[in-house]
């Protein structure tokens, strides 16, 4: 099946640096991934809508401006967490959706652990 | 309002015994459900989904699940679990095939010697 990878798999930051994670899809193209956040016991809540060359969708409570999310390309979306705290830590996990396959399928990521220092 | 519901927040099962793991959902149209298995600090990986057609979807590792209509319920079901089945059940309904997913809270599931 589809591959999506997530890079990297964990990071520790410090307090009010700026984190980037990416959103890759291997083998197919994606116009459409979003980004899910888990923490530690809990499930995971939608957090934004990206699209490829347009703004994301952003969910409600989720701040546009904390959580700055790139859909460059039709294989790459990024999530920049600017100015983290430790509130942010948490386990981000994205997906996408291959269009293109026979029978419309969605590939989760494996996830990036985030620690706030 | 959509909601996805797993009652059981933990469930122990003894290796070879059993497992039905519950998800009762609440959706405007008519949704696409989804069961999906994390193991821990892993991702999501698809166990099966359902939108249309025989009620009673078979799909990887064993696992199947019956859509009931009348009670709004997707449950999984595994006749004989396997230690590896110990993992995290996360219930999802969405719009279509692939998208957005409102998921439950999830399912641990402990599975005893």
């Known amino acids: 099946g589809a591959v999506v990878s997530q890079h990297p798999s964990r990071v520790i930051c410090k307090s009010g640096t700026s984190v980037k994670i990416e959103c890759r899809s291997l083998?197919?193209?994606?116009?459409?991934m979003f980004w899910y956040r888990q923490f530690p016991k809990q499930s995971l809540m939608l957090m934004a809508t990206?699209?490829?060359?347009?703004?994301?969708?952003?969910e409600q409570g989720v701040e546009k401006d904390k959580f700055l999310i790139n859909h460059a390309s039709l294989t790459l979306s990024t999530l920049t967490v600017t100015s983290a705290h430790p509130e942010d830590s948490s386990f981000y996990i994205c997906s996408a959706g291959d269009s293109g396959a026979a029978q419309e399928t969605q590939y989760f990521g494996p996830g990036t652990r985030l620690l706030v220092l | 309002a959509q909601s996805v519901t797993q009652p059981d927040i933990h469930i122990t099962v003894s290796e070879g015994a059993s497992l039905e793991l519950r998800c009762n959902y609440s959706y405007g149209a008519t949704p696409y459900l989804f069961w999906y298995v994390q193991s821990p600090g892993q991702g999501l990986q698809l166990l099966l989904k359902y939108f249309s057609g025989d009620t009673l979807v078979q799909g990887i590792k064993g696992f199947e699940a019956e859509f009931k209509r009348s009670q709004s319920s997707f449950n999984l079901r595994k006749p004989s679990v396997h230690w590896s089945d110990a993992a995290e059940y996360f219930c999802?309904?969405?719009?279509?095939?692939?998208?957005?997913?409102?998921f439950g809270a999830g399912t641990q599931v402990v599975v005893t010697p």
């Open positions: 083998d197919f193209q994606a116009t459409t």
């Open positions: 990206s699209n490829e060359g347009s703004k994301a969708t952003y």
């Open positions: 999802a309904v969405g719009a279509r095939s692939w998208g957005k997913l409102q």
